[in-house]
């Protein structure tokens, strides 16, 4: 750095410093502005004091003063004359919900399904008012202003409709002016779990200031706890969304901790969504934006804490109507399919072909069953039983395949004989894959029919834990299958397993036990070759699912008990008709027809692969042992 350059960074140095001591303020000033600061300070808590004296006043049921009206109308200007008032509650009900709503916020405090009752015997409500909040937020009058503190005027007089021969409507008016007002319309109809809420606004396109051509629209929830088992409630409480397009997505269920969402791709509704019930929140066109929040619940009684910031289209003109509508109800896939709004997405049926078969073949062969009986214990035995009907030609082809591989374990073992050394394995590999050919025996003839089993597996893994017909309904010794049953609580907790102990859970995991048993002693010396697969499917399979499963349905593990018990009767039906030397001479036929097959290229060539291999193993042990 030469001589000019240092002056020159000195001289800037000094320029700044004498600018910063030139500009500063005098010591009159600087008081001047900590005298207006504490002024400030001073004038937001006496607003803050006013207003908290104020909403005391209006609790207490007097008059508010001329100073808390003043305060208030700086606040809120022309909504001022709303943050004052007496809450009054109403009720709507039809054969199937009852929904509270109350002036405060003019919103639904409460919504009770009838005919449903949670783990305890209580009344189910899906929410209540001190666990909910409901409104709009925009900027009117220079103001922020949320609906939901303010009071609105009821349309009727009576607090109780009734909508059990009709529709019943209520409109709650948020009165700003003459002439301008905001309205919520509820409509309520018999036999429906859909209740219609329409927000007109009039009047106010000089009153209200748009954000980006729209609306804001605030809704909380604190979800309550309904089930049995809290734990596993949780994992199916979650909020879900539909987008305009018709897919559907949902936050992880089974994650702990706060987590969000946030959305600019038009949604069609939003479901505040429990394990058997839903809150959905649907728009008759779209929601713009959304900003969707779930977080564990650490109140006693509830599970999950919700929260949405909906952006809704908004033109603000001096006549607009803004549709929208709830669905409080449960999720039952008929229920909510009639709605024909994608409700019934919500309910966790699996994807692609394990949803197919659940949609078309469970859901259908359920319900017919239960047309005819009620004791869900014998509709699952039943459909049980039909399923294996169904399944029995794959599980006879699954079965003769293990006894050709059975049978031909002496070959095999010759083969092994032939080739102990390591360095012969593709030979011997080559061998077996011959001897599998000549005799027309593929070694995954065994497997492939299992795999297709896989998906009705899986669907009914999806089915049970997700079947609202299930809850509460007992059988023998479990009082609710959707739930886990107990014949043992212990004074402990034990991790991954739990406090109790599940004796479906126990039966599935002994019956499997014996199932993999069996199913590992055919397969013969195949197993050899995986001598770790054997203690796996045999030993290891069972207990990982006896812990896993501890705490499930026990209409799950009914299931999957009742299906291991029919496939070990179907095994030892299998044996009485299959007689191995009969399968023996069978392959041995085959062997003897068989003529010599043209080798393609492409086997030319996977030949030639496996003998460069060879000749590359064979030097590597030669090599080490000369060192």
């Known amino acids: 750095m030469d001589k000019n350059t240092v002056i020159g960074l000195g001289l800037i140095f000094l320029i700044m410093i004498g600018f910063g001591y030139l500009t500063a303020p005098s010591k009159e000033e600087r008081m001047a502005a900590a005298r207006m600061a504490d002024s400030l300070r001073q004038v937001q808590a006496e607003q ?55 002036t405060l916020g003019g919103r639904i405090s409460a919504v009770e399904l009838k005919g449903y009752t949670t783990y305890s015997g209580d009344p189910l409500v899906l929410f209540d008012g001190s666990s909910n909040a409901f409104g709009l937020q925009f900027w009117g009058n220079n103001n922020n202003i949320e609906t939901n503190r303010l009071y609105f005027a009821p349309s009727v007089s009576d607090t109780l409709l009734r909508a059990n021969d009709g529709e019943q409507q209520l409109t709650m008016r948020l009165q700003v002016a003459e002439g301008s007002y905001i309205d919520y319309t509820y409509t309520m109809r018999p036999g429906s779990y859909l209740l219609d809420f329409d927000i007109h606004f009039h009047g106010m396109d000089n009153r209200i200031a748009t954000r980006g051509g729209m609306i804001d629209l605030n809704w909380l929830m604190h979800s309550p706890q309904q089930e049995k088992g809290l734990t596993n409630e949780k994992q199916y409480t979650t909020i ?55 977080d564990d619940d650490r109140q006693e009684g509830y599970v999950r804490t919700f929260a949405a910031h909906i952006g809704l289209p908004f033109e603000n003109r001096p006549d607009e109507t803004i549709g929208l509508g709830f669905y409080f109800g449960p999720n039952h896939f008929k229920t909510m399919d009639d709605y024909e709004q994608g409700f019934e997405k ?47 030609p794959i599980t006879y082809k699954s079965y003769t395949s293990s006894a050709k591989m059975r049978v031909l374990k002496p070959q095999i073992e010759e083969i092994n004989a032939k080739y102990p050394k390591q360095e012969d394995a593709m030979k011997k590999q080559q061998a077996t894959m011959a001897l599998y050919k000549k005799v027309g025996v593929s070694p995954l003839g065994g497997c492939l029919p299992m795999l297709i089993q896989f998906p009705i597996l899986i669907a009914m893994y999806r089915f049970f834990p997700a079947s609202v017909e299930l809850r509460q309904q007992g059988f023998l010794w479990a009082d609710d299958l959707s739930s886990y049953d107990s014949i043992l609580s212990l004074p402990f907790s034990i991790p991954w397993y739990g406090d109790h102990v599940s004796l479906f859970a126990l039966l599935m995991a002994v019956t499997l036990f014996v199932q993999s048993k069996m199913n590992m002693d055919q397969m013969g010396s195949s197993n050899q070759q995986m001598p770790g697969m054997k203690f796996m499917m045999t030993w290891m399979m069972p207990i990982m699912l006896l812990f896993m499963f501890n705490s499930f349905s026990a209409g799950l593990n009914y299931y999957y008990f009742l299906a291991n018990i029919i496939t070990l009767i179907q095994t030892f039906a299998i044996r009485q008709m299959i007689d191995d030397e009969k399968v023996l001479a069978k392959l041995h036929a085959h062997a003897q027809k068989a003529t010599p097959a043209t080798k393609s290229k492409w086997q030319l060539k996977l030949e030639e692969m496996q003998r460069r291999q060879q000749e590359m193993q064979r030097q590597r042990i030669n090599s080490n042992k000369k060192k």
């Not at 207490?60 to 004052?84: C, K, S, Y």
């Open 346 to 392: 919500v309910i966790p049926l699996g994807r692609n072909i394990v949803r197919w078969i659940n949609k078309y073949v469970v859901i259908n062969v359920f319900n017919w069953l239960n047309r005819f009986i009620s004791n869900y214990g014998l509709i699952i035995l039943i459909l049980t039983i039909l399923l294996k009907i169904v399944l029995f």
């Open 240 to 294: 879900g969304y539909m987008f305009h397009d018709g897919d559907y997505e949902e936050m992880n269920a089974r994650k702990d901790g706060e987590q969000r969402t946030e959305l600019t791709t038009k949604l069609k509704w939003v479901d505040f969504k429990q394990q058997f019930f839903s809150s959905i929140l649907v728009a008759k066109d779209h929601m713009l934006s959304t900003d969707l929040r779930m």
């Open 48 to 102: 803050q004091l006013m207003r908290e004296q104020a909403e005391a006043a209006r609790l207490a049921g007097q008059t508010p003063t001329v100073a808390d009206t003043l305060v208030l109308r700086a606040q809120m200007g022309a909504f001022a004359h709303a943050a004052v008032g007496r809450e009054q509650l109403f009720v709507m009900e039809n054969d199937l919900m009852r929904v509270s709503l109350t």
